[in-house]
């Protein structure tokens, strides 16, 4: 129980990475908010699994498209209402529309900024108050492999990514003297709905590049996200851990 009363929102759960995030928070003890953006009904499935294994703790869920600026304030009221102090934040979020830069439509560029990037920090700013209640406030951002060695098709992500992980580092220095730490994790390439849109091809060219020689499972992340998020990384601050089988860092 090393999340025993720590109350965490998570951004991105009703599947892949952010589901299985909330669901190993929950069996350690933390309180979730966590959000959805199109699949409320997945979002309540994973709600019941969690109110499953905590039926203690009130746990909630949350609209939230970190594409539209204008309502992330509004879409986080009631969450800010229920939570006057959150110990952690999990910005896993995260949206791909991969072209080749050429071709690639400006919309898509900026809608991958405007929801990785300029919405992860919008959110940030609105929780920040309710984070800097907490004594041990931990904010953790996924990230990806993709900010270190781009990949073709992918330079709207590959900014956004590379632009968060910049932003945690400054976060990190200028909120550390109040024990406030920020981090990013990087996943490789991690078996969800994200990369299953790859093609077949594509897939094995990938399986080349790492040397465990398998995609990650989303419970290897979610891990990584629980270590950063308790306690026990207490004096990890604005780094970025890498999780990928090996093909970088
Ligand atoms: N899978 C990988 O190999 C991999 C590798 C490196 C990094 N990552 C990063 O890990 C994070 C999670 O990836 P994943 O593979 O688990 O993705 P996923 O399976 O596609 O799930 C994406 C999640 O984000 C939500 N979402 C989609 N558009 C949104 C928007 N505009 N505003 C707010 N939420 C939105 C989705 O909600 P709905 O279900 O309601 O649409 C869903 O909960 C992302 O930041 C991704 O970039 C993934």
Do not use: W
């Amino acid at each position: 129980m090393i999340l025993k009363d720590k109350k965490i929102v998570v951004t991105g759960a009703s599947r892949g990475i952010g589901k299985a995030i909330v669901l190993l928070l929950a069996k350690q003890g933390a309180q979730l908010a966590f959000s959805y953006a199109n699949n409320k009904q997945l979002a309540e499935d994973v709600l019941k699994d969690v109110k499953n294994i905590s039926p203690n703790l009130d746990h909630s869920i949350f609209k939230l498209n970190l594409n539209d600026l204008d309502n992330i304030k509004n879409q986080v009221t009631e969450l800010k209402n229920q939570f006057k102090q959150i110990d952690g934040l999990v910005n896993n979020a995260g949206i791909t529309c991969d072209q080749i830069f050429p071709l690639m439509k400006e919309e898509d560029f900026f809608n991958v900024i405007q929801t990785n990037l300029i919405g992860t920090v919008f959110l940030t700013k609105q929780l920040l108050k309710p984070l800097m209640k907490s004594s041990k406030a931990s904010v953790v951002n996924i990230s990806s492999v993709i900010a270190h060695i781009p990949q073709s098709g992918q330079s709207n992500y590959a900014a956004s990514k590379a632009g968060i992980e910049a932003f945690s580092k400054s976060l990190a220095t200028e909120l550390g003297r109040k024990q406030f730490r920020v981090n990013s994790i990087a996943p490789g390439f991690i078996k969800t709905d994200m990369t299953e849109k790859l093609s077949e091809d594509q897939k094995q060219e990938i399986l080349k590049q790492v040397p465990l020689s398998r995609y990650g499972n989303v419970d290897e992340i979610a891990q990584v996200a629980s270590f950063l998020l308790s306690d026990k990384s207490s004096y990890i601050t604005g780094q970025t851990l890498h999780v990928n089988g090996g093909m970088f860092g």
